[in-house]
């Protein structure tokens, strides 16, 4: 059962809105949302720019717009002019189905977020082009979101280039530098996964879990939700001052969606390898998938997109040190800015959010690239 709490809300903060699907060349079949227009316009207003929001690991796309109608960046690009269309990746609950399998099936979870900019973001992204009549689109991706769209750009150049620019809000590219907990469980699971060699396609359902102990009242704001946000604190990175307690389990049962074992997997990969690389299958199996028996590794030096990059000095996702090695390795690099104090998620739930960032996005997309 597909759930409706992205279309709920944004109708509840009295925006129209449209529900889209496309089918990916293997066969998944992707949830979209639609901001058309802002509050104050009767009409589409055809020709607008467009504005594609793409959310990051274990999440979906109600994270752009959870917050109220001036808080939330999707509603402030709406009533800044803007088409904005909210993207949701595989296995998340608006986008678990296959034209040939079903979430019950191994091979439905056979996938991690190497097939994610393989082949998601080329049937998001062309699908939001054609429907809209333009032929490039502003693209904003937090975190995994990031990811994707480093080595989807970079192995496709001609979709990079239909990005008018690449907004890239807590980086990922490597993992070097994550907390000492990820560090640990990376270098346990790591290579006892790889010695036993099972078969990695499962999901990965956390979201149904935290729902359900949220049902029950754990999350309660104002005292337990301090020991959720401490578990999600020990991977972001510090405990925020900027985010609204009270709004804690309402942010941590939309931030627990589901993915694949393989996924979460690849990510104990980077970090036990400190490198970006496609997904290691063996040498045998490497052989099979890329004609090597190494598994190549990523080079964003061939991503044609001008981007920008946000980075928080507090994120241990994406950390500072990881995106200064990143840094010259992007030839289109356009801006580059640290924002102090900030964690991974202040970017999408930091109460200061839509006055220190998400103007500036705002301006840069209508002064910048016109």
């Not at 058309?36 to 999440?59: T, Y």
Request: hydrophobic letters at 40%; glycine letters at 8%; charged letters at 20%.
């Amino acid at each position: 059962m597909e759930r409706r709490f992205q279309t709920e809300i944004i109708a509840s903060r009295g925006y129209a809105f449209e529900e889209h699907y496309v089918t990916t060349q293997d066969g998944f079949i992707l949830g979209l949302q639609r901001i058309p227009r802002g509050r104050s316009e009767e009409s589409k207003n055809g020709g607008k720019q467009v504005v594609f929001l793409q959310h990051g690991f274990l999440a979906d796309a109600s994270t752009w717009v959870m917050d109220s109608a001036t808080e939330s960046l999707g509603y402030i690009l709406a009533d800044s002019g803007f088409d904005v269309w909210l993207g949701n990746i595989r296995g998340n609950d608006y986008s678990r189905r296959h034209v040939k399998y079903l979430p019950n099936q191994h091979i439905f979870w056979n996938w991690s977020w190497q097939e994610m900019a393989h082949f998601d973001l080329p049937a998001m992204i062309n699908y939001v082009l054609h429907v809209t009549g333009q032929k490039q689109l502003f693209y904003v991706g937090h975190s995994q979101g990031t990811l994707i769209a480093f080595n989807g750009f970079a192995d496709n150049p001609d979709l990079g280039k239909k990005i008018k620019a690449f907004f890239a809000l807590a980086p990922v590219y490597t993992l070097n530098n994550v907390t000492k907990i990820a560090q640990d469980v990376a270098a346990i699971l790591y290579p006892l996964v790889k010695k036993l060699d099972p078969n990695l396609t499962f999901d990965l359902l956390p979201g149904d879990v935290f729902r359900a102990l949220i049902e029950l009242g754990f999350c309660a704001y104002p005292i337990e939700e301090n020991i959720c946000y401490d578990l999600v604190q020990l991977v972001v990175g510090m405990d925020s001052k900027d985010i609204d307690e009270s709004r804690v389990p309402v942010y941590i049962a939309h931030l627990f969606e589901g993915t694949s074992f393989k996924d979460f997997f690849h990510y104990a990969q980077m970090i036990f390898h400190r490198n970006c690389q496609k997904f290691d299958y063996g040498s045998t199996g490497n052989k099979r998938h890329y004609n090597q028996t190494t598994a190549p590794l990523c080079n964003v030096q061939g991503m044609p997109t001008p981007t920008m990059m946000f980075v928080a000095t507090e994120d241990k996702l994406g950390d500072p040190a990881d995106n200064a090695a990143l840094k010259p390795q992007i030839k289109n690099l356009v801006h580059y800015e640290m924002i102090q104090g900030w964690n991974h998620l202040d970017f999408l739930y930091g109460k200061d959010a839509h006055v220190v960032l998400y103007p500036k996005l705002v301006a840069m997309m209508k002064t910048r690239f016109n």
